[in-house]
């Protein structure tokens, strides 16, 4: 088993037929401690999808998806997308740069996805885009850059 089967559950969800679970067996640490659950699959098209399930903690005093919620809903994406639709090896892997406009406001009540695509990826550098959306209303488009990190030696 490798070490990122010990960390991460990507097992398929039940209650969401075609999706697998993203989320990490220590439910202390950011993703689950904040996110809650996290969802992926491939579209049709080819694209990754992440999707969460929005909760009241979510909102801002607007009522709407809190921006730092839907940030790190893209940055999270930009490993599933490595996972998922590229070579496959989200990590180790740090963002290294996110430009990130915000079009609309986040629904609580809906899921929100992050729907993404590679646009290049090299031996250490993974260029995403993508969409943050709910159904066919439209939160935020993004892109992003993620540096694929050596393993460290053991000593």
């Not at 607007?62 to 998922?84: K, Y």
């Amino acid at each position: 088993m490798s070490h990122r089967d010990d960390v991460f559950d990507h097992s398929p969800d039940p209650e969401n037929p075609g999706w697998r679970h993203w989320n990490l067996k220590d439910p202390t640490i950011f993703n689950g401690a904040v996110m809650g659950k996290l969802i992926t699959r491939v579209d049709d098209d080819g694209r990754s999808r992440l999707r969460m399930f929005p909760e009241r903690r979510h909102e801002n005093l607007q009522g709407i998806i809190h921006g730092a919620v839907t940030l790190s809903l893209i940055d999270i994406s930009l490993f599933t997308t490595m996972h998922t639709i590229g070579t496959g090896n989200a990590g180790p892997s740090v963002t290294i740069e996110l430009s990130t406009q915000f079009v609309g406001g986040g629904d609580p009540k809906r899921p929100l996805d992050a729907v993404c695509e590679i646009v290049r990826e090299t031996g250490s550098l993974v260029f995403v885009r993508g969409d943050v959306v709910q159904e066919d209303d439209a939160v935020a488009s993004f892109s992003g850059i993620v540096r694929k990190m050596k393993p460290r030696s053991a000593r």
